[in-house]
């Protein structure tokens, strides 16, 4: 047996989040909002890594010894929908991108997730192919009841991208078909700035990249949005 190898290349970049608060901030709110700030800076790296890590999922990957090739998501096999789709998300895109899975022998005891959008879940809610135990299974979606259903976990996401057309790019992926490296992780600091009248800085920082391993293991979703 040969068993084959491929390699890919991910390239890390540096994200920073600095903000200053005055003392004379702190008297007029009349509370220390410090940690307000730094729960905002964490919020903000959060967001970078999900662009990332959406970048990459349905973006080129590359590829070979040197990271010089390239590989792209094949517009048939690992996509559901088009650019021009006219309906939303649907059961049918739910199975087809499950069906798609299978049939490229993904492991299904690996978890699978799905990233989609507050209007796709609308969609499953108002699909008149919807069973009643079917609706009920969504319904508790919505509600924060489970977050799984078709054997994909559910992630909402404000970050995926809509073009010109209102098509939102929502995507599928088994676990290990995305990688996030971490060359840095998220670290913080809170310091008093002598060279900036003694305010209070809240500091952020991490060195992330992220890449697809696998084409098999991710379907792009096209999802309209067109406002009814």
């Not at 800076?41 to 590359?62: E, N, P, W, Y």
């Amino acid at each position: 047996m040969d068993t084959p190898h491929d390699r890919r290349r991910l390239s890390l970049a540096d994200y920073e989040y600095a903000d200053l608060i005055d003392d004379q901030d702190k008297v007029r709110m009349l509370i220390d909002p410090t940690s307000s700030y730094a729960r905002a800076a964490a919020a903000a790296m959060g967001r970078a890594m999900d662009d990332v890590i959406i970048a990459a999922a349905v973006g080129a990957a590359s590829t070979g010894e040197t990271g010089s090739g390239s590989a792209s998501l094949d517009a048939t096999a690992n996509s559901v929908g088009s650019a021009s789709s006219n309906d939303g998300l649907t059961l049918a895109k739910l199975r087809e991108a499950k069906r798609k899975m299978d049939l490229n022998d993904v492991d299904p005891s690996i978890p699978r997730y799905i990233a989609v959008g507050p209007k796709q879940i609308e969609d499953l809610l108002g699909d008149t192919t919807v069973t009643s135990s079917d609706f009920n299974t969504v319904k508790a979606l919505v509600q924060g009841e489970l977050d799984t259903f078709m054997g994909f976990r559910f992630i909402m996401s404000n970050r995926l991208s809509v073009d010109a057309n209102d098509i939102r790019k929502c995507f599928a992926w088994a676990e290990d078909g995305l990688t996030l490296g971490i060359g840095k992780d998220i670290s913080a600091r809170i310091d008093e700035r002598a060279d900036k009248g003694y305010a209070t800085q809240v500091y952020y920082c991490m060195s992330i990249g992220s890449v697809r391993m696998e084409e098999d293991k991710v379907v792009q979703i096209f999802c309209d949005e067109t406002p009814d």
